[in-house]
């Protein structure tokens, strides 16, 4: 009996980024277990992996929650490396973490030299919006001129938490896509693509 060979469903691997105590391990658990996780202390980077049905096709997404290590460079990099998206998160009760995520996109910018990655601004915690110091048009604006999306979330009470995944998912997929039609045709950065592929 010939067996159909398996295709593997694509893999997307999404990154979150940002300060310490916004929630990322909260919004990652939420989305991974349905669950709300209040005081989780990560002290290592952790990843999860996750079948979905991402508008009808089964696709895994990689989810590497960073904790902790933004304070070396060079293992912040790596993983920046590897990511294909990125979510971008601060607290909407905090402004030091909104403030902080101008470096977060510098710092990818730089890593991946590539202007259009797929990246979401994320405010967490709308629950709280009694302790709201960053409004929403501040962070609308910001997402504005970085040219992505701006979506505002509560891991508490689970609002837009998958569709910020799904949403950063279709981003990636898109990304794909067109990567392979430029790479089917003539791809216009296919030296730069090769040297990359020595490195890693």
Not at 65 to 70: M, P, S
Not at 107 to 135: A, H, M, S
Not at 146 to 170: I, Q
């Amino acid at each position: 009996m010939s067996k159909k060979p398996v295709t593997q469903p694509a893999l997307h691997k999404v990154i979150m980024v940002g300060s310490g105590g916004v929630g990322k391990s909260a919004l990652t658990l939420q989305f991974m277990y349905d669950e709300f996780v209040e005081d989780y202390e990560p002290t290592k980077a952790d990843s999860y992996r996750k079948k979905i049905l991402l508008d009808g096709e089964e696709v895994q997404i990689d989810i590497l929650d960073t904790a902790g290590q933004e304070d070396y460079a060079a293992i912040r990099d790596n993983y920046f490396r590897s990511g294909e998206g990125f979510l971008c998160i601060f607290s909407i009760t905090e402004d030091e973490s909104f403030q902080a995520t101008q470096d977060f996109r510098e710092q990818i910018l730089r890593v991946k030299n590539d202007e259009n990655i797929p990246f979401l601004l994320v405010g967490n915690k709308c629950d709280l919006e009694e302790r709201r110091k960053v409004t929403y048009q501040e962070a609308s604006d910001r997402a504005k001129q970085w040219g992505v999306t701006y979506v505002e979330t509560s891991a508490k009470t689970r609002e837009h938490v998958d569709k910020v995944f799904f949403d950063l998912m279709r981003e990636i997929r898109a990304r794909k896509m067109e990567e392979n039609k430029t790479n089917n045709g003539r791809g216009k950065d296919k030296n730069k693509r090769k040297k990359n592929s020595l490195k890693s």
